[in-house]
């Protein structure tokens, strides 16, 4: 793996490389329970897989950090006769970009490597081949020509990935799949790694959730939540950045590759955590962006903020380029402010109004 001209940590290395397709996070929840649980006063998992991890019980109020361990995968639902495979898609998609890539079937039997196919562009007829093609029209290849063979192989309800590393490109900038799934979950862990080397600079208790299924919407962050019931919480995940052409920011606003953490504003954000994390970032001097939210989003701060009798809930964005791709783009620079200023966050003296 390039590592560039920025360091990458051994812990976000780890991460990102997993195949965690929504559902299948079993490979995400070795490497956290491998990085985080050691830091932890308290560390459990629930019945749907969810990592809940504990600094300093006995401190008051109760911070939530939250993100999800799961990426954009298939799951396979047919096999032809001539042992094509086909799916379905497991979270968002960039479905102009699903053609033509190669991927991984997670099977029984192993890793299975294959490629996504659809009809070539050449055979074609009149307007139609320039269409993107709906998900069932297209396939994975894996190299064998009957159903039996195939079958061998793999089989129906198997997950895939998309095959392809995380590598820096230039400077900070880095590009890989499963980013906007997994970053989240690497920023909030990798705050609680270093908070935990110093407890006494925190008095709240600090509790963390790596979530599973936020592709798909279900997101097993909510049943998570219930169960620390924290006075606080702060959901940390990725959004489309519009500095790229064509991007409409009158609608979309105005968010960069590199200008740092984005902290969201709308009537389902906490007013008081927004302030308290802008107050955090300029005391630190840290460059940050602001986003409006006008309406509740359905995994995340929607699963938190609505459990018991509502819970105070802020948002943390790391912005990214061409979500739902095999070769999400990121600032690392970012990466590392966000984990900055939740650490920050945590040592905020919450009987103190900012």
Same mark, same amino acid.
């Given at each position: 793996?390039?590592?560039?001209?920025?360091?990458?940590?051994?812990?976000?290395?780890?991460?990102?490389?997993?195949?965690?397709?929504?559902?299948?996070?079993?490979?995400?929840?070795?490497?956290?329970?491998?990085?985080?649980?050691?830091?932890?006063?308290?560390?459990?998992?629930?019945?749907?897989?969810?990592?809940?991890?504990?600094?300093?019980?006995?401190?008051?109020?109760?911070?939530?950090?939250?993100?999800?361990?799961?990426?954009?995968?298939?799951?396979?639902?047919?096999?032809?006769?001539?042992?094509?495979?086909?799916?379905?898609?497991?979270?968002?998609?960039?479905?102009?970009?699903?053609?033509?890539?190669?991927?991984?079937?997670?099977?029984?039997?192993?890793?299975?490597?294959?490629?996504?196919? %659809?009809?070539?562009?050449?055979?074609?007829?009149?307007?139609?081949?320039?269409?993107?093609?709906?998900?069932?029209?297209?396939?994975?290849?894996?190299?064998?020509?009957?159903?039996?063979?195939?079958?061998?192989?793999?089989?129906?309800?198997?997950?895939?990935?998309?095959?392809?590393?995380?590598?820096?490109?230039?400077?900070?900038?880095?590009?890989?799949?499963?980013?906007?799934? %997994?970053?989240?979950?690497?920023?909030?862990?990798?705050?609680?790694?270093?908070?935990?080397?110093?407890?006494?600079?925190?008095?709240?208790?600090?509790?963390?959730?790596?979530?599973?299924?936020?592709?798909?919407?279900?997101?097993?962050?909510?049943?998570?939540?219930?169960?620390?019931?924290?006075?606080?919480?702060?959901?940390?995940?990725?959004?489309?950045?519009?500095?790229?052409?064509?991007?409409?920011?009158? %609608?979309?606003?105005?968010?960069?590759?590199?200008?740092?953490?984005i902290l969201s504003r709308g009537p389902n954000i906490?007013?008081?955590?927004?302030?308290?994390?802008?107050?955090?970032?300029?005391?630190?001097?840290?460059?940050?962006?602001?986003?409006?939210?006008?309406?509740?989003?359905?995994?995340?701060?929607?699963?938190?903020?609505?459990?018991?009798?509502?819970?105070?809930?802020?948002?943390?964005?790391?912005?990214?380029?061409?979500?739902?791709?095999?070769?999400?783009?990121?600032?690392?620079?970012?990466?590392?402010?966000?984990?900055?200023?939740?650490?920050?966050?945590?040592?905020?003296?919450?009987?103190?109004?900012?």
């Amino acid at each position: 793996m390039s590592s560039g001209t920025h360091h990458l940590p051994e812990f976000f290395t780890e991460l990102i490389q997993t195949s965690s397709a929504s559902g299948y996070e079993a490979e995400a929840f070795a490497v956290f329970d491998k990085r985080v649980k050691p830091a932890a006063d308290l560390y459990a998992c629930d019945a749907l897989g969810n990592r809940l991890g504990f600094l300093n019980p006995a401190g008051s109020p109760t911070v939530l950090l939250t993100g999800y361990l799961d990426e954009p995968g298939f799951i396979i639902t047919h096999i032809s006769k001539d042992g094509f495979v086909y799916f379905d898609l497991l979270g968002e998609h960039d479905r102009s970009a699903i053609a033509g890539r190669s991927v991984v079937v997670h099977s029984g039997n192993g890793p299975v490597k294959g490629i996504t196919g %659809k009809r070539i562009f050449q055979l074609g007829d009149g307007p139609e081949h320039k269409k993107t093609s709906e998900v069932q029209d297209m396939w994975i290849d894996i190299g064998t020509r009957s159903k039996r063979a195939t079958l061998d192989r793999v089989a129906i309800g198997d997950a895939a990935t998309y095959d392809r590393a995380f590598e820096v490109i230039h400077g900070s900038v880095g590009a890989g799949r499963g980013l906007e799934g %997994k970053l989240g979950a690497y920023v909030a862990g990798e705050a609680f790694i270093r908070l935990a080397r110093d407890r006494s600079q925190i008095t709240c208790k600090l509790a963390i959730v790596a979530a599973v299924q936020g592709q798909i919407g279900t997101g097993g962050v909510g049943p998570a939540a219930f169960s620390v019931s924290p006075e606080l919480a702060i959901a940390v995940d990725c959004r489309t950045a519009t500095d790229v052409p064509e991007s409409n920011k009158r %609608k979309h606003g105005d968010i960069e590759l590199g200008g740092g953490p984005i902290l969201s504003r709308g009537p389902n954000i906490s007013g008081d955590i927004f302030r308290r994390l802008q107050y955090t970032a300029n005391g630190m001097g840290l460059p940050y962006q602001v986003e409006a939210e006008a309406r509740p989003n359905r995994g995340g701060i929607g699963s938190i903020q609505l459990i018991r009798n509502g819970i105070l809930t802020g948002r943390v964005r790391i912005p990214i380029r061409y979500s739902g791709s095999p070769s999400e783009v990121v600032d690392l620079r970012d990466v590392e402010s966000c984990v900055q200023l939740l650490v920050e966050f945590a040592k905020s003296d919450f009987d103190k109004d900012t």
